[in-house]
Antibody, heavy 120, light 108 residues
Framework: QVQLVESGGGVVQPGRSLRLSCVAT????????IRWVRQAPGKGLDWVAV????????YYAESLKGRFTISRDNSKNTVYLQMNSLRVEDTAIYYC?????????????WGQGTLVTVSS | SYVLTQPPSVSVAPGKTARITCGGN??????VHWYQQKPGQAPVLVIH???DRPSGVPERFSGSNSEHTATLTISRVEAGDEADYYC???????????FGGGTKLTVL
């Protein structure tokens, strides 16, 4: 079954860290890039980070200011999002989504999301 | 940074046509993608590269893009089309992927 499955979310205190995982099945993972997108409660979609299929290129939303790091392990069909110095405003559902090899490619496959709640 | 503007809500009667717009400066020169998100679910791609429908998306969904406005058109609207719809582009100037604020489609 072609799918992405996120995990690693939970409740964390401000200033702490969390690592999210996105596991791919049913397709050749190493041919695709992965983007993380988040959605705060009742709000719209915001792109967070991206990693190319071969991990040679990564981009981050400016608002993250170096707190998040995206990486991947193609041998495990997994992309990670390391989130440090978490803030209350980082509370959101985090989705990973697949794309091809071009910046203009759509997010053509999404995971079900994992909820991150930052609260004291 | 590049901004995409969508109406917060659109309402339509069953069987009629819904049009959801996405405004942006010279958006006609960009590739626009559209996503459908039903309550409690992840987004699903319904239109990519302005006009193309992914496999499995009904022909009732179509897209267009010109100058400063892209449009998602849903013909013969059904109750199951009720959802939030988001447009999205790649902005080369900022090297960012940008989403519109979303439009809630209500089927009356």
């Amino acid at each position: 079954q072609v799918q992405l499955v996120e995990s690693g979310g939970g409740v964390v205190q401000p200033g702490r860290s969390l690592r999210l995982s996105c596991v791919a099945t049913g397709f050749t993972f190493s041919n695709y890039g992965i983007r993380w997108v988040r959605q705060a409660p009742g709000k719209g979609l915001d792109w967070v980070a991206v990693i190319w299929y071969d991990a040679t290129i990564t981009y981050y939303a400016e608002s993250l200011k170096g707190r998040f790091t995206i990486s991947r392990d193609n041998s495990k069909n997994t992309v990670y999002l390391q989130m440090n110095s978490l803030r209350v405003e980082d509370t959101a559902i985090y989705y990973c989504a697949r794309f091809g090899t071009r910046n203009t490619d759509a997010f053509d496959l999404w995971g079900q999301g994992t909820l991150v709640t930052v609260s004291s | 940074s590049y901004v995409l503007t969508q109406p917060p809500s659109v309402s339509v009667a069953p069987g009629k046509t819904a049009r959801i717009t996405c405004g942006g400066n010279r958006i006609g020169s960009k590739s626009v993608h559209w996503y459908q998100q039903k309550p409690g679910q992840a987004p699903v791609l319904v239109i990519h590269y302005d006009t193309d429908r992914p496999s499995g998306v009904p022909e009732r969904f179509s897209g267009s893009n010109s100058e400063h406005t892209a449009t998602l058109t849903i013909s013969r609207v059904e109750a199951g089309d009720e959802a939030d719809y988001y447009c999205q582009v790649w902005d080369v100037s900022s090297a960012h992927w940008v989403f519109g604020g979303g439009t809630k489609l209500t089927v009356l």
